[in-house]
């Protein structure tokens, strides 16, 4: 990882966010497989099965990791 790296997510959480790799938008960790693409393909139809097959360099747990953060992110009630 470059260490000019921007982190701005838990470390438990598999998102890394360098303004060298695909101009800074957040990826997989140690990939260039941007967050968005998981999502994107979700909505699309495809399985989260499929999903890896297309971007085998991502892990299921990495993938797991991420639907959680989103999960408990949006269900976090305001203060």
């Known amino acids: 990882m470059n260490a000019d790296a921007i982190l701005i997510y838990p470390p438990e959480v598999p998102i890394w966010v360098d303004p060298d790799r695909l101009s800074g938008v957040p990826c997989f960790k140690g990939t260039r497989v941007p967050i968005e ?12 099965e499929e999903y890896i097959d297309c971007f085998p360099e991502v892990t299921t747990e990495q993938v797991a990791a991420v639907l959680k953060y989103a999960y408990d992110s949006t269900l976090q009630p305001v203060a």
């Open 37 to 48: 693409s998981l999502f994107t393909n979700l909505e699309s139809g495809l399985s989260i």
